[in-house]
């Protein structure tokens, strides 16, 4: 049964069809944050986008797709995340066990450039095919080539919304536009947040952001208006009012791999800041399976005390 919770966070949406809203509702009430509005996921799209021995070697078993479906499911995940290949991998193996997030676009390393231009690598046919609940789609703000990702975005959110599916969309400032340090500036983590939300998503994942302001007019506003950017809660707390006041489900990623307490003291902030949860790969996969299950049981922890 969807609890209070759900419904009021389903409420948010009321544009969207009966469709949409129960692939919305499969997320938010399954796995062990199930009915808590709160939501931990994997996602696993480290080897397009960086290689595999990048990505798994650390962890060989994780070389194999079933081995994410298998962690998902053991550590009681919301959802798993990933490209066409991984998901294709597992889905007939593991149907009805975890809802599924097909990744429509991706960007590989093997190619540097400043402005990142990620190819779309997988379709809305291919995310009801698999049985998916949702599509994930990355932009990056501050590219010269982000008008083409957000034209595609649209286009792509007009159709899983049409067909019932819900829309994650990965939202990271990165380009020419903005410095390295810019790229998790709060003012522009949070306006990276905003334009996922304009642009229709249900979830926006963004990465936890620090206390540089980034624009000199988003300096004097943060200054006149005394916004509090002093500690990580603060700054996420900044950042789910920048998505609709709150309206909308905001939740962070886990970044560079770290030791168990640093994953864990990030978390207890971006929770302390009213976060609805956390995306972690590398995080999680790069570590041996009973590990992983450990951590990602104790995140899930910290999100369900923060009710």
């Known amino acids: 049964m969807t609890t209070k919770r759900v419904k009021e966070i389903l409420s948010w949406y009321s544009n969207d069809n009966a469709g949409t809203l129960s692939n919305l509702a499969r997320m938010l009430n399954h796995g062990r944050l199930g009915g808590t509005g709160k939501m931990v996921i994997l996602p696993v799209d480290q080897g397009f986008e960086h290689g595999p021995a990048r990505s798994f070697a650390p ?3 994780a070389y194999d797709p079933r081995y994410h479906f298998e962690l ?6 919301n959802a798993y995340a990933a490209p066409l290949g991984f998901l294709e991998a ?17 960007s590989d390393s093997l190619y540097s450039d400043a402005d990142p231009a990620p190819a779309v690598t997988g379709s809305v046919r291919d995310a009801l095919r ?12 501050a ?7 957000y034209e595609d975005l649209r286009e792509l959110t007009e159709e899983a919304k049409a067909h019932g599916l819900a829309v994650v969309v990965w939202s990271y400032p990165r380009g020419s536009g903005i410095s390295k340090d810019g790229e998790t500036a709060i003012d522009v983590v949070a306006y990276a947040a905003q334009l996922a939300a304009q642009m229709g998503a249900h979830v926006v994942k963004v990465k936890p952001p620090t206390d540089h302001i980034e624009q000199d007019a988003a300096r004097k506003v943060y200054e006149q208006h005394g916004i509090a950017i002093g500690t990580l809660a603060q700054r996420i707390a900044h950042v789910l009012e920048s998505c609709f006041s709150g309206r909308r489900i905001v939740i962070f990623s886990g970044g560079p791999a770290k ?18 949860g956390s995306i972690m790969g590398r995080n999680s996969f790069q ?9 990602l049981h104790e995140v899930m922890d910290i999100y369900a005390a923060s009710v």
């Open 143 to 149: 590219s010269a080539h982000r008008n083409t990702m």
């Open 287 to 295: 570590r041996s399976k009973t590990d992983a299950i450990d951590l």
């Open 59 to 61: 962890n060989p078993p």
């Open 72 to 77: 998902a499911i053991a550590a009681g995940c």
């Open 90 to 106: 597992g889905a007939a193996e593991f149907a009805g066990d975890v809802p599924l997030i097909l990744k429509l676009n991706n």
């Open 130 to 141: 698999l049985g998916a609940a949702a599509i994930g789609y990355t932009i990056y703000p």
């Open 259 to 276: 030791d168990r307490e640093g994953v864990l003291q990030e978390i207890r902030g971006i929770a302390d800041g009213g976060a609805f």
